[in-house]
């Protein structure tokens, strides 16, 4: 056999893992099944990936110059965050503080939140904000993360929203960005609704220069189902594809609007309904999950402050989540990072959380957080599985099976992260 030479070899992992060939995102048992192959190789050549296989098939089929040692280490796909808040001014740690000593409550704060991020993201010059989103990327990358999707939404007003797109469209960072119109997040303080959705309307074809996709928070804290269908309508006819924040404080049917949208992705869905399962069911679109939110709201313990007992504010994510999961809904997880509901820029966390939160198995946690974010964001023939063809965004992790990535947890496992090929980052104990 001719040997061929190509950029970059990754030899000798202790474990190849990566989600099943698949067409669409992985449901019912798919989602269950991975891909492990022991004493693995890869080859890359360009941004793609051209070999994997058992070490020894590997090395007889190809050389490089440059040879990445990973032996005693994981490899898997590079992990997707489909729903993030990258650009935004400001932090809100003073309102959590509130939040957990009893002061207000969580739910209250979520609208009030957002507006006061939206006081501190409008105060911020283009250059403050940019250079916070590419720190936050640079942590992102550094635990395995190569594609996010990013919204604006602390804008609020045309110009502002605007601004917001065009900061996000301006970086330039190894991660890949998916960029997302989020106008319609809340309607502002002292402003009239019906105004505001035609505004958010008529904004909708300068966004769409910017962004490909549009999202709205459907949800009683943002905005109703026809109105979001008003916005979705008009969206779709400029060619946006759709993504919506969910019934996340309470079931207004949000998620059966996503898949009436065709949208790529409905998330959070704490309150979603057997009809919005069955739709779900039934649609493309992926339900993303989001761990972190309802832990960091502390929306799911019981407590007891100053002498009252605390109910948990939200249903059961676990049954919810599993309601989802036996019904076929293909699902996903995210970090919805942002400064309020998920400070969090950790998929290893979400995974982790997932994992003990919802109950779910290492293939169904991988699957999710790999192939189906790359599914729901219209990506998934492209990445977020391994095989010959697809983008060489990988990372490389520093324990010797797929498993210990999500039972150990609280640190960082990642020794390299690839991304289109090249080796973009490397952990000093690496
Ligand atoms: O996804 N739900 C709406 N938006 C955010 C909350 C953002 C914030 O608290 O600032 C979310 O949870
Ligand atoms: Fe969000």
């Not at 190509?6 to 099943?20: F, K, R, T, W, Y």
Request: aromatic residues 4%; negative net charge.
């Amino acid at each position: 056999m001719k040997v061929r030479s190509c950029d970059l070899l990754l030899a000798g992992a202790s474990e190849v893992v990566s989600s099943p060939p698949h067409v669409g995102p992985l449901r019912n048992e798919a989602l269950d099944r991975l891909v492990v192959t022991p004493f693995a190789s890869l080859a890359i050549e360009s941004d793609r990936i051209v070999g994997i296989g058992p070490h020894e098939d590997i090395a007889r089929q190809f050389t490089s110059s440059v040879t990445v040692d990973v032996s005693g280490k994981v490899v898997s796909a590079g992990l997707i965050d489909p729903h993030t808040h990258l650009v935004h001014g400001g932090a809100r740690d003073a309102e959590y503080e509130a939040i957990v000593t009893g002061a207000s409550l969580a739910v209250s704060h979520l609208g009030g939140g957002i507006n006061s991020t939206v006081a501190m993201t409008r105060s911020a010059s283009d250059a403050e904000l940019t250079f916070r989103a590419l720190a936050d990327l640079d942590t992102m990358l550094a635990l395995g993360t190569t594609t996010i999707e990013a919204k604006s939404g602390y804008g609020l007003s045309r110009d502002q929203e605007l601004r917001l797109l065009r900061v996000l469209a301006n970086l330039d960072h190894p991660v890949s960005i998916e960029r997302t119109y989020l106008g319609a997040h809340v309607v502002p303080a002292e402003t009239d609704r019906r105004n505001f959705v035609d505004q958010i309307i008529a904004t909708l074809p300068e966004a769409r220069l910017l962004a490909d996709w549009c999202d709205v928070f459907c949800d009683p804290v943002g905005f109703t189902v026809p109105e979001t269908r008003a916005i979705g309508a008009a969206a779709l006819m400029l060619g946006f594809r759709m993504r919506l924040h969910a019934d996340q404080t309470g079931d207004i049917a949000g998620a059966a609007l996503a898949a009436e949208l065709g949208a790529g992705s409905a998330d959070h869905l704490d309150y979603i309904s057997d009809a919005g399962i069955a739709a779900l069911a039934a649609s493309d679109t992926v339900g993303v999950v989001l761990p972190t939110v309802a832990l960091h709201m502390l929306e799911i313990f019981p407590g007891l402050l100053d002498g009252r007992t605390i109910e948990p504010s939200k249903p059961d994510l676990a049954e919810r989540v599993h309601a989802m999961l036996d019904a076929g809904v293909a699902l996903a997880l995210s970090t919805d990072y942002n400064p309020g509901s998920s400070p969090c820029l950790s998929m290893q966390l979400v995974m982790q959380l997932a994992m003990r939160f919802f109950h779910l198995s290492y293939a169904q946690v991988w699957n999710m957080a790999t192939a189906n974010a790359a599914h729901s964001l219209g990506l998934g023939h492209d990445r977020g599985t391994i095989a010959p063809g697809m983008r060489a965004d990988l990372v490389v992790w520093n324990v010797p099976t797929h498993g210990l990535v999500i039972n150990r947890f609280g640190a960082s496992h990642v020794a390299h992260v690839v991304k289109d090929g090249r080796v973009v980052y490397s952990a000093t104990s690496a």
